[in-house]
């Protein structure tokens, strides 16, 4: 009988249908976005399959999340002809090294990778493609770290994972043809926060070599305020929305996500402690170029008690590194910042960079001003690409190659 087959179909038909329904009315793609379509088509794959993994949640096959983990880690990628690819383990750590087959006459560049996800998603394989791009473009050892995922595992165990596996790589480089003196951290998003968080440890470190480079790709470094102007601006910009940022930090730090409407309006956070901060977080310092699409300054709002306990360490420079003091900044790494128009977390990426250009430390600044969030590395397969990712990632391994 064919029945089962159809009710399949019918079924996939109008799970998609409802995603492209769900994508028109609850998301928003300004006219500035580099291939709006390929965009709509990766929102529409994306909302596909978390319904999907709700669906199967309801019906007690495996957890959402679960699913969707499942799905980002089929691998998709075989062997390289340039690269030899192994999987180790530093510290309890698993990671995958991508080490160039071609002999180099000195010691290479070491770049230690943190992907993206949200502190909740993603993994060594959503992260492949980009991973092999950056050792073959730069002729670096890229080190890609499985960082352990929220709720199961709250701050700082990302953090933790990053730091432990970095420093392990940093005692044995030598090993990997590497010179120690020439390694960098790097990610997205996430990743780039994970970055942040591990190059500022790692500054005060005398037992050490000296980091010689950060790259922080979009990344979330502060959660005081979620009313940015580039939060208000793309609140409803794939493939980050305002709230998802807030729900993947919260996550991160308490394993669920209580208190979001708080955190969203801003009443998370006494008024006192916001502004003791505004001297590093505040919409005075986003230039004025950034506020022209319709950015309304936010009203200060002050919070309960019970409310900041449960969120209390979002003032911890290991969580959100654009709060560590200017005698940390100070003593950063050469850094190259990539921040997206059209992204929620542009913001973060430009307070950033006035603080490190504040402190003296060199910044290389990469805006694409048609980008969104996770453009890097939207997808693995070419016909998925965007022009405006490959021009951010060729920035990208420009800077590594000039290191």
């Not at 709509?40 to 978390?50: E, G, Y």
């Not at 208000?232 to 996500?257: D, H, I, M, S, T």
Request: net charge negative.
């Amino acid at each position: 009988s064919l029945c089962p087959q159809l009710f399949f179909v019918a079924g996939l038909i109008l799970l998609v249908m409802a995603a492209i329904n769900f994508d028109f009315s609850n998301s928003e793609i300004p006219p500035g976005v580099n291939e709006p379509v390929k965009l709509r088509i990766i929102h529409v794959i994306l909302i596909s399959t978390a319904v999907v993994g709700k669906i199967l949640e309801k019906i007690g096959i495996c957890s959402q999340i679960s699913f969707v983990r499942y799905v980002q880690g089929i691998k998709a990628l075989g062997a390289d002809q340039k690269l030899f690819i192994e999987d180790l383990w530093f510290e309890k750590v698993p990671v995958r090294i991508y080490q160039p087959k071609a002999p180099s006459a000195s010691p290479r560049t070491g770049v230690m990778f943190f992907h993206g996800g949200g502190w909740v998603f993603g993994s060594l394989e959503t992260h492949e493609s980009l991973c092999r791009s950056l050792a073959r473009g730069s002729e670096s050892v890229v080190v890609s770290v499985g960082y352990r995922l929220a709720p199961e595992h709250k701050y700082p165990a990302a953090y933790e994972d990053c730091l432990h596996a970095t420093v392990h790589f940093m005692r044995n480089a030598e090993h990997y043809g590497v010179d120690p003196a020439q390694i960098s951290v790097c990610g997205d998003s996430a990743g780039g926060n994970l970055a942040a968080a591990v190059s500022q440890t790692l500054a005060g470190r005398a037992d050490l070599p000296r980091l010689r480079a950060q790259i922080l790709i979009y990344p979330l470094l502060q959660a005081l305020d979620f009313n940015l102007p580039s939060y208000k601006q793309n609140q409803a910009v794939p493939l980050l929305f305002q709230e998802r940022a807030a729900f993947y930090v919260l996550q991160y730090l308490n394993g669920n996500a209580s208190n979001l409407e708080q955190v969203l309006e801003g009443s998370h956070i006494p008024i006192d402690i916001k502004l003791n901060y505004r001297k590093w977080v505040s919409e005075d310092y986003i230039p004025e170029r950034f506020k022209a699409r319709g950015y309304k300054p936010h009203v200060l709002l002050d919070c309960s008690t019970e409310v900041y306990e449960t969120v209390k360490r979002f003032c911890e420079p290991n969580l959100c590194p654009l709060l560590a003091e200017d005698a940390v900044v100070h003593q950063l790494p050469e850094s190259f910042i990539l921040t997206c128009e059209y992204d929620v977390l542009r913001d973060d990426g430009l307070l950033y960079k006035k603080r490190l250009e504040d402190n003296g430390v060199p910044v290389t600044w990469c805006h694409l001003e048609d980008g969104f969030h996770g453009i890097i590395n939207s997808f693995n397969s070419e016909w998925m690409s965007f022009s405006s990712g490959k021009r951010g990632l060729d920035n990208i391994v420009n800077f590594l190659k000039n290191l």
